[in-house]
């Protein structure tokens, strides 16, 4: 019996008609309305598919909604020349009506208390060599050879908290970051979105409108007036499940957030998509072929600080202790480059990262699934480390880890990510397949094992960096 029944998988083409269907209801952050739409649909789709005690259990969340926003800004010795600049509220920034101070630049080491501090934001570059190196397993799927010469360019920058956070320690009043080493001309950019309300009011702006303000600071002093509304109220939203009963007492679980920052192809329809696919493929598959208790899930949330999954997570404590792994699937992304301030879809997909609990035979089932469906450009990633400072995974998956559950959290993360231009070109449709058949086949391949004696192996960082020293020596001695 072939490991994956082929003929049951969902056809990319299938895959596609579910992804544009979510991508055109509209922004589907949480209490939108094609947010609710995504929620209502998914039920349907999970009743259609056969799925059982199809639930969905309310999630108090903090819808953010900004509108009118307005900045203008003007030289003191020449205030009727005003400037008209777009920009875009930083999300659960503080409101303000006609806030109006001087601009000065975050770095200036003269007062800026009372002003309007601007500032420069980068997009976070890493090698992929370096990324390679912070796996600390040395499992990676490479085969034309490319790491060791890419450059992986992130949706986020480490310094962007701590930029949110100075300002008040300074007494500025307000923000405006400017999106220059963005790669392409954008204010749209949906970050942060841990739903913490911000102190005081910011807005992005995008890189060339940046430069009219920034050439206006080099003359001179230059004051600004700044407005927008902006309305946190609370709402519900809803984790969706639905399960499928195996041979076993135990669960795998998989899945995804159903929210985004925008109509969002790859953040995160594509994952909702991807967790479809294991819903009806698993739904054609005979009870006694599926080696576990299959859940669905597609939480609420993750942009409003993740609360989706903490809900989850609290909700289903007892199940989860009978969880062998957990699965996370998001983004199925298509690498970009960047030309006269306009992304151009390429025919690579962007690095994937599959975060894996330090579990060798885990390890080694995702691997092998990996390499199985050829899908290239894949790096293992340890639970935490990685990026650097952190003590889970950037994923709306990192709750296993944190409860102790053996999990897999797939992820990639394009530039475009948390803006607008993540659009339906960007879903590499070339991997929908093969990532569907690589998760079936991990879910196979785990049918020895159990929730007991997966969590029993599960090693620390250092035993783990033992058994990679070991693993170096022998290659490099050709044992
Ligand atoms: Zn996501």
Redesign the pocket.
């Known amino acids: 019996m072939s490991i994956v029944k082929k003929e049951l998988v969902p056809s990319v083409i299938e895959m596609m008609v579910w992804t544009r269907k979510i991508f055109k209801q509209g922004i589907r952050r949480p209490g939108y309305s094609a947010d609710y739409w995504a929620e209502n649909w998914v039920k349907e789709q999970f009743e259609t598919m056969g799925l059982q005690d199809v639930t969905l259990d309310p999630v108090p969340v903090k819808k953010w909604e900004a509108s009118n926003a307005e900045l203008k800004i003007w030289m003191v010795n020449e205030p009727n020349e005003l400037l008209d600049i777009p920009c875009f509220p930083i999300p659960y920034s503080k409101p303000k009506n006609n806030l109006e101070a001087e601009l000065c630049m975050i770095s200036d080491k003269t007062s800026k208390s009372g002003k309007i501090a601007v500032s420069e934001l980068e997009l976070f570059k890493f090698p992929v060599k370096a990324i390679k190196s912070y796996s600390g397993v040395d499992r990676y799927y490479d085969p034309e050879n490319e790491f060791d010469n890419m450059e992986q360019t992130f949706p986020f920058d480490f310094e962007m908290r701590a930029l949110f956070d100075r300002p008040l320690k300074d007494g500025i009043a307000g923000f405006i970051g400017i999106l220059s080493g963005y790669p392409w001309e954008t204010d749209e950019y949906y970050v942060p979105y841990d739903a913490v309300e911000g102190e005081i009011p910011g807005v992005y702006v995008s890189r060339d409108n940046g430069k009219k303000i920034l050439k206006l600071i080099k003359k001179g002093t230059v004051r600004a007036k700044l407005s927008y509304k902006a309305k946190i109220s609370e709402i519900i939203s809803h984790n969706i499940t639905g399960t499928l009963r195996g041979i076993s007492d135990e669960w795998i679980v998989i899945g995804?957030?159903h929210d985004?920052p925008w109509n969002s192809a790859v953040?995160?329809a594509s994952?909702m998509v991807l967790v479809l696919a294991q819903a009806k493929y698993w739904s054609q598959v005979p009870k006694e072929q599926r080696p576990f208790n299959l859940m669905f899930l597609m939480n609420c949330a993750?942009m409003a600080g993740g609360r989706g999954a903490i809900a989850f997570a609290e909700k289903y404590k007892e199940l989860l202790r009978k969880v062998v792994v957990g699965i996370h699937l998001?983004?199925v992304a298509r690498d970009v480059k960047s030309e006269n301030g306009k992304l151009i879809p390429l025919a690579d997909p962007t690095v994937r990262w599959w975060f894996v609990s330090r579990i060798i035979p885990l390890e080694e089932t995702v691997e092998e699934a990996i390499i199985k469906e050829d899908l290239e450009r894949s790096i293992l990633l340890p639970p935490d480390g990685f990026p650097p400072g952190r003590d889970s995974p950037p994923?709306?998956g990192s709750f296993y880890h944190l409860e102790g559950i053996p999990f897999i959290s797939f992820?990639t993360a394009p530039p475009y990510?948390f803006d607008t231009a993540d659009t339906l070109d960007k879903i590499h449709q070339e991997s929908y397949e093969p990532l569907t058949q690589a998760v079936i086949r991990i879910i196979n391949s785990l049918k020895d094992h159990s929730a007991d004696e997966l969590r029993s192996l599960v090693l620390s960082k250092k035993e783990r960096n033992k058994i990679r020293r070991k693993y170096k020596m022998r290659k490099e001695n050709g044992i």
Do not use: A, I, W
Request: proline share 0%; hydrophobic share 15%; aromatic share 0%.
């Open positions: 995804t957030h985004g953040e995160d994952g993750h998001e983004h994923t709306d992820l990510l």
